[in-house]
């Protein structure tokens, strides 16, 4: 096991694209972080003024989703650049216990997205500081809302950067992986959730879905019960058991492909 | 360590791609894989390493490859040129492909040295050409120092003098009581190469012995005599049930006899003897004829 962990890290270090993929997150967040603690007066009219919530700063602004975009081309290359570029057959040759490459995989790279997902919001609450110090606000925790947010945040990023690679497993197509959830995050679901409210004569609100309220249909969307875990109304647990389903429905056909098909 | 595939089988829809193929890679050898087009030498070779899932058995050492501790110490395998990330170096591509077994940086240099990659060791490989690609492919599969090699046209794109080289490189290899797969198209280099060959075509096994088994089985296999009456002599050959078929002027071709045998046959047919010879034909004679029948894709056009 340890040499393939060995070889997992090796493919993961040795380009440059990871190295892009996993900077680029940062870069932006504190690009966002800044420009929301800077323009906190805006973001929070209805607090205090000068004090804008974390919570708030992490539910309203698209750092994790962006972190999310980003750190999935990674998960997804993991092992769609192995079938782009033939390395399949390398791996599966020194290690032909092909659940053991998809563990190893799984794990490191779930383990790589949360310490990323963690820096990112570090990087958030850092910029957003810097970004509010020149108008005499603060940023305000409160660890009683917060703290679950933060770790529904990370299980977001995690869950959404898996769900690009159970795409890429089953269709070897490492562009896929990366752009459908995408197209279906930001363009698909919200086309599919204004028609719904629409036909249902019910409003869609700004910010992060609250969607405990709205028809099943709504409910079940992948992506929109994701970012709905991002919120901070309504029942976010239940949008984020709903988006870990939706990743396990993938990652199982996908685990079964691999295992399967041929190399 | 010898490589027993049994029973092999690929289907892809309704071709059978790979046709219950059974045969033995010994040790100490270098073992040719030849086929025409579409054979299925490289499905076979897939499916011996498990990467293709279809029916059969491959045992290295009697065992299964996912039942050693350390495949890599078991096969090194190339099985295409081009199997590499174009970004990554061709030092890092092979330190990654050591992971397995443990291999460290001075291996990895020493194997680059070996096969004369060392002064592009830290550039991207997007730029080699197949030569310098087939090169570090093969230096994937010698790295880890496996019992067995498996590679499949390594020669395509290499220079005559790479050609030499690899030539060289393999018999030695084997000569370590190792097991060499090489399949190939380049029929005279495999006929300098290898010591034994497995001949499949159409997915079934034609023939799995000695290049000289192969060959004595050719009908271009026959003795050449010269001589100042062809027609005395063709008579006596054929009421003795003998094959001879006119070659020139004064030549026939006797199929299937020796040269003693012929000899004799003038010597009582009473014609003077000019030209005496036994010709063998060569390994590509022997597979364009055993194998005429089972071309899976042959080029057909009239020049």
Redesign the interface.
Known sequence: MSGLIRYEWLRLTTIRSTWIMLATPIVLTAVVGWLFGYFSDSLDPGGDGATVSFGLLISASPVMTLAAVFLSVVFAQSIGQEYRHGLIRVTLTQFPHRSRVLVVKIVMMGILMLVMAVIVVAVLWGAAIVGIAPTGGSIQYVAAIDNPLIVRALLYVLIFTMIAFAITMITRIIQLGIILPIVLALLVEPIVRVIVLIATMGGGGGGQPDISSEPLILRLLPFTSGQSALATTGDPWQGLMVFAIWCALLLIPGWILFVRRDA | MTIEAVGLSKRYGSVLAVDALTFTVPRGVVTGFLGPNGAGKSTAM?LM?????GEGRTAFDGKL??EHR???RV?G?H??A????????AR??L???G????ISNARVDEVLNLVGLDSVARKRPKTFSLGMSQRLALA?AVLADPMCLMLDEPANGLDPQSIQWLREFLRHYASQGRSVLVSSHLLSEMQLMADRIVVIAKGKLITDGTVEEFVSMSTRNDVLVRCDRPDALVELLRAEGVTAVAEGPDGLAVIGESTDRVGEAAFRAGVVVRELVSRRASLEEAFLELTSDAQGFAAGGQL
């Open positions: 897939r390493l498990d990467l293709d899932r490859l996912k350390h495949a890599s096969v395998a099985l295409d081009k199997v590499f990330h174009p970004q990554r170096t890092n591509h330190r990654m492909v992971s397995d077994a443990g994937g």
